[in-house]
């Protein structure tokens, strides 16, 4: 149970991703990869394109599909398992148990894994970092919705990825529903905040 928390608690929210990176040891069995297949976003794909000698285009067509998690999109890599939900990543060389695109692959096969050592933790930590978008009022209400029923690592509470209790009731509340919205109430408030600074300043 001990060890456990001390998994738990040795990365936040905040950790460096280098920092995680140093954290994780992975012995390279290659489970993960010929069960599952892994994400990929936007900025990550002309690298991998290049990589492969094709266009994004071709890419996102031959090798990925469309994929959101908390509000986020992302592209899933797609497995060779057609027929089922799971199976293995099609860039998986089975008979080497390597990655074929090892060299670029994407952030997420570097950092988020759970199997790894502090796997929850990291695993949580990838979540927070590329998938969690405070900027956006549904991300930040689904994230509630799973908080319910799953572990998360410091920094990683609602309170502390919206620390304005008023706002984050609104959020809760579908009071503010879009992006928009939440951009409005920032706006609005920053904008009292500084008058009520220059007030301040005026009465000395
Ligand atoms: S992350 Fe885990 S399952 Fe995947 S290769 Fe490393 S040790 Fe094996
Ligand atoms: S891209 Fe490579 S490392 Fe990532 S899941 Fe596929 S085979 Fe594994």
Known sequence: MIKKENKMTAISR???????????????????CSLDSCYIFEDELKRIADFLGITEEKLKKKCLVES????????????VSFSKPFGPCMFFNKRKKECSIHSVKPTHCRIGN???????AVSIWFTLN???????????????????????????ELKDLIPDAKKLQKILSYEILTIQDLEKYDEYYSKISKSKIQSKIQKK
């Not at 905040?14 to 993960?32: M, Q, R, Y």
């Open 14 to 32: 905040k950790t460096p991703a280098e920092n995680v990176i140093a954290l994780v040891k992975c012995n390279k069995c290659g489970k993960c």
């Open 68 to 79: 959101e998690k908390f509000n986020t999109k992302a592209f899933k890599v797609k497995t």
């Open 114 to 120: 759970p199997c790894m050592n502090h796997g929850e």
């Open 130 to 156: 590329y998938f969690v978008n405070e900027k956006d009022p549904e991300s930040i209400r689904q994230w509630n919705l799973y908080l319910k029923s799953h572990p998360t690592i410091q920094g990683g």
